[in-house]
């Protein structure tokens, strides 16, 4: 059966640019699957569309601020359209790193150590006074420091010593209230896609991330050539078994549903990092769940298909 289906793309996000080129690729592979599309961009207008449009269901194509974090996943489910992706609390959950390496930690997954701070630690308590006991706290440089709740590296520094600490933290603090100041691991960048089956949880093979500068930020994600991608990743049949099932299990804690994406650093001592999880994973000409989904042989039309069917037949 052919549905109507709304494309949520754009948005006021940071991320705005990447979703709308997400969001048109979705739209053109549903258009050619024989579907009825409404892309339609996020403003004002956007509930009283819904309603008046009525769709079958909802593909959100929005990363960053309110289309990954839970805000839109709420409204779909106020309104009683269902969605792709996970719901609303793996989506506040993945999109807060603090809280989720918080949730890492008692669930005996692998992360960075790391310390959070918040704009009101500084401004209202003090915690300037302190940064010089961060290094021992997180392990050493050099550290990452980035917002909790941003995406597609923005906000991010690599900071080699203690110099550079108060300037990262200012700038990842510019782009929300609170940020991150993590180990940083030297070794293989990974992420492992999850899809959901209707037998259950799919792990597509690991994509590795290979940047030409060194550095996996916004250009090197995002424009062509800048970064080799090796799928599957380069990776010995044991490690591989390692990343794989570390995946399935932060898909399942989470409790995220249809997709996600799990980003991963393998250490120089071959053990899995886990950084942090994307429920609204990029699908540009350059994204990773459509490489790893197209090395088992999943083409892009079929993934946004795989990802309405689950949709809709979870609401069945
Ligand atoms: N602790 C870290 N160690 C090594 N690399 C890191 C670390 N934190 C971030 N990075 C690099 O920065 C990129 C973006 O960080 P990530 O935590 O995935 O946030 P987001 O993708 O949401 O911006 C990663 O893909 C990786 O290249
Ligand atoms: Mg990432």
Same mark, same amino acid.
């Given at each position: 059966m052919k549905e109507k289906v709304a494309v949520l793309m754009g948005g006021q996000s940071l991320e705005r640019e990447v979703s709308l080129s997400s969001g048109r690729r979705v739209c053109d592979a549903l258009e050619a699957a024989g579907h009825k599309v409404l892309p339609l961009d996020v403003t004002s207008e956007l509930v009283s569309t819904l309603r008046s449009e009525r769709p079958d269901v909802v593909y959100i194509a929005l990363h960053g601020k309110y289309g990954e974090d839970g805000t839109v996943q709420e409204l779909l489910e106020f309104l009683g359209i269902p969605y792709t992706g996970p719901g609303v609390i793996a989506s506040a959950l993945a999109w807060d790193k603090a809280l989720c390496k918080r949730l890492f930690v008692a669930e005996g997954v692998p992360t960075p150590a790391w310390v959070t701070f918040t704009a009101d630690a500084f401004?209202? =308590?003090? +915690? +300037?006074? !302190? @940064? *010089? =006991?961060v290094p021992a706290a997180v392990g050493g440089f050099p550290v990452a420091v980035k917002p909790a709740k941003q995406g597609? !590296? @923005?906000? @991010?520094s690599k900071v080699d *010593? +203690?110099?550079g600490l108060a300037e990262a933290l200012l700038t990842a603090l510019s782009y929300g209230d609170a940020a991150i100041v993590e180990k940083w691991i030297e070794g293989r960048e990974l992420a492992v896609s999850v899809l959901d089956d209707p037998d259950g949880p799919r792990v597509l093979p690991p994509v590795e991330m290979v940047p030409k500068s060194g550095l996996f930020d916004f250009s090197a994600m995002y424009t062509a050539g800048e970064t080799d991608y090796y799928v599957p990743a380069r990776l010995s049949s044991e490690e591989e078994a390692q990343v794989v099932a570390l995946a399935a299990r932060v898909h399942a804690l989470l409790g995220c549903e249809h997709v996600s994406r799990v980003d991963m650093v393998l250490g120089r001592d071959g053990l899995p990092n886990v950084l942090e999880v994307n429920t609204s994973p990029g699908m540009t000409e350059t994204s990773l769940l459509p490489m790893a989904a197209a090395a088992v042989g999943i083409d892009f039309q079929e993934l946004v298909e795989h990802l309405i069917r689950s949709t809709l037949d979870a609401g069945a």
């Open positions: 401004k209202q =308590m003090g +915690a +300037a006074t !302190a @940064l *010089d =006991m597609s !590296a @923005l906000g @991010l *010593d +203690a110099g």
